[in-house]
T-cell receptor
Framework: SAVISQKPSRDICQRGTSLTIQCQVD?????MFWYRQQPGQSLTLIAT?????????ESGFVIDKFPISRPNLTFSTLTVSNLSPEDSSIYLCSVEPGANEQFFGPGTRLTVL | AQSVTQLGSHVSVSEGALVLLRCNYSSSVPPYLFWYVQYPNQGLQLLLKYTSAATLVKGINGFEAEFKKSETSFHLTKPSAHMSDAAEYFCAVSDHGSGNTGKLIFGQGTTLQVKP
């Protein structure tokens, strides 16, 4: 298993600003994932972040809007840039330490005014 | 392409009654299937998974699910609901390869309400 923490747990941001979300894992993992959960919706994968390579973005998500860093095997950040109210969502990171299981962080609740 | 459909966005049961949450999937490859639970203001917790072993999968908190290839279903059940089971439940299919789950594709979720 894996224990994942995210910072901040929630934030309220102004339109046009950016928010960087941190994801910390208690063990080294190769694969990390970033998901978005819009209000009342399911989860959608934003990108896959493997250490040592550029993040791979899903259709509809671009690096300029959602830049990701993965400096080591236990940490990643997701930045949501040029915020608009449509970006108000819960952002979750997940990891796959092995055995075909993904473990999720508690999420970051973002509200954009 | 893979997809997941959860039938019923909201299910209400009485405490002690059977819980049945429905999930149908579409996949061009043998699927890996998962059920996650999300309690209010929390992240997702894995309830159980199917990765091509036994078709009847037992998970945590008394939940189980049966993989039925002929019906492309992976319904979640629990014989007796408890008040603490009230939560959002998500079914997911994996775009797996090279021994890892890869991208998870989630259904729309089912809110389970448990009435006293």
């Amino acid at each position: 298993s894996a224990v994942i923490s995210q910072k901040p747990s929630r934030d309220i941001c102004q339109r046009g600003t950016s928010l960087t979300i941190q994801c910390q894992v208690d063990s080294q993992v190769t694969m990390m994932f970033w998901y978005r959960q819009q209000p009342g919706q399911s989860l959608t994968l934003i990108a896959t972040a493997n250490q040592g390579s550029e993040a791979t973005y899903e259709s509809g998500f671009v690096i300029d809007k959602f830049p990701i860093s993965r400096p080591n095997l236990t940490f990643s950040t997701l930045t949501v840039s040029n915020l608009s109210p449509e970006d108000s969502s819960i952002y979750l990171c997940s990891v796959e330490p092995g055995a075909n299981e993904q473990f999720f962080g508690p999420g970051t609740r973002l509200t954009v005014l | 392409a893979q997809s997941v459909t959860q039938l019923g966005s909201h299910v209400s049961v009485s405490e002690g009654a059977l819980v049945l949450l429905r999930c149908n999937y579409s996949s061009s490859v043998p699927p890996y299937l998962f059920w996650y639970v999300q309690y209010p203001n929390q992240g997702l917790q894995l309830l159980l998974k199917y990765t091509s072993a036994a078709t009847l999968v037992k998970g945590i908190n008394g939940f189980e699910a049966e993989f039925k290839k002929s019906e492309t279903s992976f319904h979640l059940t629990k014989p007796s609901a408890h008040m603490s089971d009230a939560a959002e439940y998500f079914c997911a299919v994996s775009d797996h390869g090279s021994g890892n789950t890869g991208k998870l594709i989630f259904g729309q979720g089912t809110t389970l309400q448990v009435k006293p």
